[in-house]
């Protein structure tokens, strides 16, 4: 199955954005406090292009199917700090193809030139501000109509658009197939190769999960390679249904295009939406604090949006006995940290 899935990945065309395989070690202070479970980290942050995360490894697939298609113009959308509108400015900036970015004003920070808006902007990204409720990832319905008006708007001046979906996750829009999902099965086999140096196979895999490309490629992955492993999505935005079901149909999807006998089953999706508290992108005491600890006992910065909220939804199951204290687990860090800084407010006000 091993050699089988590999062969498979391996024949998507790919380009070379990041560093692999990423880190990983045991987050020996915060395992030796809880007393168990063992907790090791990943360390997608550390992908290598711009400041790092789980967008680049997608980006890798993905950027071909847009030179492939001889695109000129990438139209993409997400919040206004979005790592993925970032990171796939950054791969497009490299390619010579141009990044027009929608970006919804989906919290109330100001669109001012920081963090991930000081990188769009340093890269001479186009971006257009849109409204949208607040507190959660806008739909992709209604995306979608704002997408395709910046992409007339270039392709009557003669420009060959694609338009890829947020997160680089469910096929839609120009990006027919599954890519983002795939490099997470890729992630997967990468993560096992280390484990498994280590001496073990993690009884579960935490991550962060938003547009659910992440997921889905971690779940075949874990299915096809390591079946004992359970994936367990912490959601930032959406409720467990529907999200789960976006999950299904990208996992679904990326079986088809893996061509894998399915190893998935739907109750495989694992998704936990009690963390999302006071909704996408809100930074309250307990992402502050969560950031604190991990910061000062292990060196490492969780970003406020995803990873933090996943680490506090991982500890949270740990009280509650879901894990056990025999359990090994792999977190996985997706990256996220630029959007610290235009946080800096909330974060001081819950740390002072
Ligand atoms: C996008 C993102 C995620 C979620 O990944 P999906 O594949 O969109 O579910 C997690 N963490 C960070 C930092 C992200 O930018």
Request: proline fraction near 6%; include cysteine.
């Amino acid at each position: 199955m091993r050699e089988k899935l590999l062969h498979r990945i391996a024949s998507f065309p790919r380009i070379e954005l990041i560093h692999r395989p990423t880190p990983m070690r045991k987050l020996a202070a915060i395992t030796a406090e809880l007393g168990g479970p063992e907790i090791w980290i990943k360390r997608d942050d550390l992908t290598g292009i711009a400041f790092g995360g789980n967008k680049s490894r997608k980006l890798e697939y993905i950027l071909p199917d847009v030179l492939a298609k001889k695109a000129d113009v990438l139209v993409t959308w997400a919040s206004l700090q979005s790592n993925w509108a970032m990171q796939t400015a950054a791969a497009c900036a490299r390619y010579g193809i141009k990044p027009v970015l929608v970006l919804f004003k989906t919290y109330d920070l100001p669109p001012e030139p920081d963090g991930n808006i000081l990188l769009d902007r340093i890269l001479g990204a186009e971006i257009r501000y849109r409204e949208a409720a607040k507190g959660k990832i806008v739909t992709q319905d209604f995306a979608l109509a704002a997408a395709n008006e910046a992409a007339a708007e270039y392709r009557v001046l003669g420009k060959k658009t694609y338009i890829a979906p947020v997160g680089g996750s469910m096929p839609s829009a120009d990006m027919d197939r599954p890519l983002g999902a795939v490099s997470y099965v890729d992630a997967f086999a990468e993560m096992l190769v280390q484990t498994q140096a280590a001496g073990f196979t993690p009884n579960a895999v935490v991550h962060s999960t938003g547009s659910g490309a992440t997921q889905a490629g971690l779940l075949v992955g874990a299915k096809a390679l390591a079946p004992q492993t359970r994936v367990v999505g912490i959601s930032v935005s959406d409720e467990k249904e529907p999200f789960a079901q976006i999950v299904w149909d990208i996992t679904e999807a990326l079986e088809n295009e893996l061509k894998l006998d399915p190893v998935t089953m739907r109750d495989d999706v694992l998704v936990f939406d009690e963390y999302i508290r006071e909704g996408y992108g809100i930074v309250n005491k307990e992402v502050a604090e969560v950031i604190r600890r991990v910061f000062t006992r292990e060196g490492i910065v969780l970003d406020p949006v995803y990873t933090s909220k996943a680490f506090i939804g991982m500890l949270d199951l740990i009280d509650k006995g879901y894990f056990k204290p025999a359990d090994k687990i792999v977190f996985f860090h997706t990256g996220g940290t630029p959007a610290l800084f235009p946080n800096r407010q909330k974060l001081m006000e819950f740390l002072d």
